[in-house]
């Protein structure tokens, strides 16, 4: 090979000199500091998850540049590492091995489908790597994680049952669930039909399909005929915008019920408005009374950040934080310490940027968030939150309630 170079005069030598020796007398501490505190963000760019990844992306870089504009963490500018885990397992370890070992990050923020967050965890444990998820399927967090996951969205057994309480309040007393496969399939239904018959009302039936069909029109004449009130939906968008078209052919007139993440404004675009007419839509809520709700809605400058959003918003937070507290950035340190900023009796702050200087006044903090309060049981599940219903009626979304 050959390389070819220019020559340097004796003043450019002894300038580059005096620039390394200097380096060399820099202490070891300062040139560190110079070197940003790097933090993995693997998310779905594309694919399924395509619409709420990126929304999840700019919400983790809008806090992590108020805390860079307030001086950092550690001393040092967080820079967010990003991987498009393409809403596919194989992409996705792929994508977290290469954060981890290439890019050496103490934690990995934003995966979304179950079926990736299942695959990730066991790379993120057996590193030490912390792993923070909006995955629901309640199989995640009972994975021996030994700590290193939480995760702001409820699980599937809570979703459930609320899913199924506000089927029950419509007057609905035959439920039909059609699910994509998937590790959240089965324990959806599970729960569903445990408080549906709980209720007094029935579980029509139940089914599991695969994804990426053209037509799902068997398993739709297979719904049918069990005589539903309401058919709930449980897949994705691409899979859920072809089963609507196909019930609406099939003369479906009654109500649907299907996931925000499902059921997005660009499937009401891409869709007929007698196809998504008359489709309920549920999605966690953000908790829109909090401070932190205001704060991120300002941050992010629109007027109501969804689930999703806030939920990235708690994420760089909370890890933020607990690596301000304990004083260091590794997996093992998020995981021992998360707890201690987000739940007990320490003053409540509402954003990474108060919380920073809260830490670094001495003070004990309690981060509340902007998806809820951000309290998170043994196993890493939050305890509790509020979910938002709507109403699709002539291709747009009507807001019915938060409960």
């Not at 020559?7 to 060399?24: C, D, E, N, V």
């Not at 963000?41 to 108020?66: I, N, S």
């Not at 307030?70 to 596919?88: R, S, W």
């Not at 340190?333 to 998360?338: E, G, N, Q, R, W």
């Amino acid at each position: 090979m050959t390389i070819l170079t220019r020559p340097i005069s004796r003043r450019s030598a002894l300038k580059a000199g005096s620039a390394a020796l200097l380096t060399l007398g820099m202490p070891s501490i300062l040139r560190a500091q110079s070197e940003p505190l790097r933090l993995g963000v693997l998310t779905p760019l594309t694919g399924a998850g395509g619409f709420d990844g990126p929304r999840m992306l700019k919400a983790m870089q809008a806090v992590a540049e108020e805390i860079n504009s307030a001086g950092g963490l550690l001393g040092k500018k967080i820079e967010l590492v990003v991987e498009d885990d393409q809403t596919n397992p194989e992409a996705a370890v792929r994508a977290a091995r290469k954060l981890i070992d290439v890019n050496r990050v103490p934690v990995i923020m934003g995966t979304w489908a179950s079926a990736v967050t299942t695959a990730v965890a066991p790379v993120c444990w057996e590193s030490k790597t912390f792993l923070t998820t909006v995955s629901g399927a309640d199989t995640i967090t009972q994975l021996p994680h030994q700590g290193y996951l939480i995760r702001t969205q409820p699980n599937n057994a809570l979703q459930a049952a609320k899913h199924g309480e506000f089927m029950l309040g419509l007057g609905c007393k035959r439920i039909h669930i059609m699910s994509i496969q998937s590790p959240f399939a089965a324990p959806t239904q599970a729960k569903l039909k445990e408080t549906v018959e709980k209720a007094g009302a029935a579980m029509a039936g139940s089914l599991i399909y695969e994804k990426d069909k053209t037509t799902y029109r068997s398993e739709v004449d297979q719904a049918l005929r069990t005589k539903p009130d309401i058919i709930y939906v449980n897949g994705y968008a691409p899979d859920v915008s072809v089963i609507l078209r196909d019930l609406y052919r099939a003369g479906f007139t009654g109500p649907r019920f299907a996931q925000s993440y499902s059921v997005t404004s660009k499937v009401l675009e891409a869709l007929p408005q007698e196809v998504s007419e008359g489709v309920y839509t549920v999605a966690p809520s953000a908790d829109i009374e909090s401070p932190a709700f205001s704060l991120a809605a300002k941050r992010l400058k629109i007027d109501a950040p969804d689930s999703y959003e806030t939920q990235a918003t708690d994420w760089i937070s909370l890890v933020s934080l607990a690596i301000a507290k304990a004083k260091q950035a590794d997996g093992t340190a998020l995981k021992d310490t998360v707890r201690k900023i987000s739940q007990g009796s320490g003053e409540k702050v509402y954003s990474a940027v108060d919380g920073l200087k809260a830490i670094a006044a001495g003070k004990e903090i309690n981060y509340e968030g902007s998806s809820g309060p951000c309290d998170f049981n043994e196993i890493g599940d939050i305890i509790d939150c509020k979910f938002r219903f709507q109403l699709v009626e002539k291709g747009q979304f009507k807001f019915i309630k938060v409960a």
